[in-house]
C-alpha cells in the first residue's frame, strides 16, 4: 500500500500525521478514533459511494455533494472548482462560525478556493507555488486535505510536513486547525493563556471552538 517515499498522509480534521484510515473506503485518514468520530456524520454517505465506486459502479459526479455525500438536497457548482457541492449557504448561522454548510466551508476554508479567490495563475491550486508560500506549513496542510476538500484533490496534495505548533506562553503543545487560540505579538497563544491575558493583549486571529477558524488563519 504505501511506500516509504510516498507523502505522509494527513488527518481529514485537523492533517496531523495520520496512524488510521477509513476501514469503509480506505480513502480517509486521521490521526485518532476521536477525529474518525468528528468526520463520520459527513463521511458515511461518500464512503458507502466510494465502496460502490471501487466495485466498479458509475456514480454520476454531480449527483452527490462531494463533501458529505447528500444526493437529495439542493446542489449546486462551486465557483472555484465547479464541482458538486450542498447549495446551503442558508444553514450557516451568522456569527456561529459552525460547519454546517458544504458549501461555505469548501469557499473558506480550502486552498482550492483561496487561489480562485487570490486569482493567482494557473487553473490548479494543488501545484500552485503561491499557495504555498501564503501560510505556516501546519495550516496549509490543513487547507489542502481537510475534509472541506474534494477527494481528487485531497490524494493529490503534497502538503507540507510541519513541527506541531506550542503554544508561545505555556509551551502547551496545540493543534492549530481545531483548538481556539489566538495570534498574538510573541506567536500563538492557547485558549487558556489567551483568558489570562484579555485586556493586556489584544487577541486577533482568534479561532472558535468548534475548529473552525474566525478567520482566514495564517495571514498576518
Ligand atoms: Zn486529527
Ligand atoms: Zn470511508
Ligand atoms: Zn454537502
Ligand atoms: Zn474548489
Ligand atoms: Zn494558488
Ligand atoms: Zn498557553
Ligand atoms: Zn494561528
Known amino acids: 500500500m504505501s511506500t516509504s517515499s510516498e507523502t505522509t498522509k494527513c488527518c481529514a480534521i485537523c492533517a496531523y500525521p ?17 477525529h474518525q468520530k468528528t468526520a463520520w456524520q459527513k463521511h458515511k454517505r461518500l464512503c458507502k459511494i466510494y465502496q460502490r465506486q471501487a466495485k466498479g459502479e458509475e456514480v454520476a459526479a454531480d449527483s452527490f455533494c462531494g463533501l458529505c455525500g447528500k444526493t437529495d438536497g439542493p446542489l449546486k457548482k462551486t465557483a472555484c472548482c465547479k464541482k458538486t457541492v450542498c447549495d446551503d449557504y442558508g444553514n450557516y448561522r451568522p456569527f456561529s462560525y459552525g460547519n ?18 487570490e486569482r493567482h495563475p494557473g487553473s490548479d491550486s494543488v501545484s500552485c507555488d503561491q499557495c504555498s508560500n501564503s501560510h505556516d506549513a501546519e495550516i496549509e496542510a490543513w487547507y489542502m486535505t481537510n ?8 490524494e493529490r496534495a503534497t502538503p507540507p510536513s510541519f513541527q506541531p505548533a506550542q503554544c508561545s506562553k505555556c509551551q502547551r ?3 492549530l486547525n481545531c483548538e481556539a487560540h489566538s495570534y498574538g505579538r510573541d506567536g500563538h497563544e492557547c485558549q487558556r493563556c489567551m483568558a489570562g491575558l484579555m485586556g493586556s493583549t489584544p487577541a486577533s486571529n482568534i479561532f472558535a471552538m468548534d475548529g473552525i477558524p474566525v478567520q482566514m488563519p495564517g495571514r498576518r
Do not use: L, W
Open 18 to 34: 495520520a496512524t488510521s484510515r477509513c476501514s469503509g473506503c480506505g480513502k480517509v485518514f486521521y490521526c485518532s478514533q476521536e
Open 173 to 175: 503543545p496545540m493543534k
Open 100 to 117: 454546517d454548510s458544504c458549501a461555505r466551508n469548501h469557499d473558506r476554508y480550502t486552498r482550492c478556493c483561496y487561489h480562485y479567490n
Open 147 to 154: 475534509n472541506f476538500n474534494f477527494q481528487d484533490d485531497i
